[in-house]
């Protein structure tokens, strides 16, 4: 079975997280629009083609599957690469904390974007600044806290053992360390868990393989995580 | 089985999703804190309870499951509540197609708290001008007439069938036409469809019982759909 993954090309973006299982799992894929540019997401996102029409990339493609929506995703893809425990209870919990990320995902993409998602920072930025500093104050040690609780009683890892959702724990930390460096640095001491946790995923010989090949770009400010100096800093208050 | 549904008295909010599917198919279910409090939710919520940990409410309680988030309780009482089509597939465009609701509810709230949720409006007004018009203008076209074409092409369901995402979209359509009552109505001719499914839904024994029952609070402006006149407006641009 080869999957299709279809996602913008130039950024890693929410496409990010569907790769890491992938290649975690030396899963066969193509990369679609890396290969055949952009334009190659239109029929899906036309709705000219048979199955559900994606509102955003990413989206995957598998047989006469279309699955968009990356907790969907992951959720799809999870028992199939064996990235999810076996049972209902434990994919229950998987897609809720993959939700839940995804709900921090979206609060930093806000925090450069508040306003308008379609809009430039530069018409934006003042209250970007606002909102990045609540996301730094607030909203960073409630998500971060609330995760390290998890990782923390399940052994260092999200699910008690390996999950799609220890990968996606992986690269929230890596994002939010180019994005917010100072604010993370303020978190070291809350965050001892995450920590262990991205490095032991750092070292997992596919991931290792991943992150030094060409098929892993560098993190810019054209994706969700930006590195806008004037946003960061500590936390506040 | 009784479920037990927690969620914040008060407001309808995110969890009158659930509230909608549960009155819809006659489930058993109490809604806690409306009975006990809202301190009712603490101990879960401060990880004291056994089961995942919930972020946020609402969870819902079957058993020894704790299943937090909006999507994911639904994904977990469709099948259950004869809610969801059989099979994969169905269930997982069910699921992705909740996803995309999510994100557009998430997009209603930041339209009047931007800046930052636990703020007050009144602190964060102007911003929340400018995003409430990309909203009007942008965005609910761009989600709703997604919708439209999903409902279009379902035969006026969202699956082809009843299910929990027309319930869903049902109180979409209600909040908007309550938070956003100018540019709901900009935008009549463009989803004819997304109307008749409101009706649709409306005249459902279960949801016509329920929607005059005391169990359904109004719409006020402490919930995510608030009706403030100076964020409406027609479709600008």
Redesign the interface.
Known sequence: MTYQLYYWTGIQGRGEFVRLALEDASADYVDVARVDGDDAMQPFLN?DRTG????APPFLVSG??V???V??IL??LGPRLDLVPEGE?AR??A???Q??IA?LV?EIH?SHH???S??YYED?KD?AK??AS?LRT?RLPK?LG?FE??VD?GNGHALGTHSYVDLSLFQLIRGLDYAYPKAMQALVPKVPQLRKLEARIAARPNIATYLASERRLAFNTQGIFRQYPELDGGIDG
Do not use: C, E, K, S
């Open positions: 709705g559900a029409r994606p509102f006469d599957l699955v968009a929506q907790a969907n959720h799809f209870a229950l919990q897609l809720q904390l939700l839940t709900d979206t806000d508040p306003i308008a379609a809009a934006q209250a606002r909102r609540d607030n998500f609330y609780q998890v009683r």
